[in-house]
Nanobody
């Protein structure tokens, strides 16, 4: 299973970005998918995740109401729509996939598969 994230970039405060993650392999539809982010010197922080069917989503309090996670099982992609971006959202964003143990769990070590990360910078 390989994950390829894209869509990062430089955006002004208050702006929007949409991250996408393409997943190769035949098991995408049974994976919980999530997004994490990391800044220098800190561990990976949970951002958002959703269940294999996409019927349940969960978010960290820091981004709730501003970000939205979605998936397209037919295309094996997961996306993160980020609105009302703030400078503190600046980080490298990673998509991740996990089995049953990752469901409703924000811990990064519950996820088995990781993308390479995409940089998001929020600055004027």
């Amino acid at each position: 299973v390989q994950l390829q994230a894209c869509g990062g970039g430089l955006v002004q405060p208050g702006g929007s970005l949409r991250l996408s993650c393409a997943v190769s392999g035949s098991i995408f539809s049974i994976l919980n998918m999530g997004w994490f982010r990391q800044t220098p010197g800190k561990g990976r922080e949970f951002v958002a995740a959703l269940t294999p069917s996409g019927s349940a989503t969960y978010y960290s309090d820091s981004i709730k109401g501003r970000f939205a996670i979605s998936r397209d099982n037919a295309k094996s992609t997961v996306s993160l729509q980020m609105n009302s971006l703030k400078p503190e959202d600046t980080a490298v964003y990673y998509c991740a996939g996990g089995g049953a143990s990752s469901q409703y769990d924000a811990r990064s070590d519950r996820y088995d598969y990781w993308g390479q990360g995409t940089q998001v910078t929020v600055s004027s």
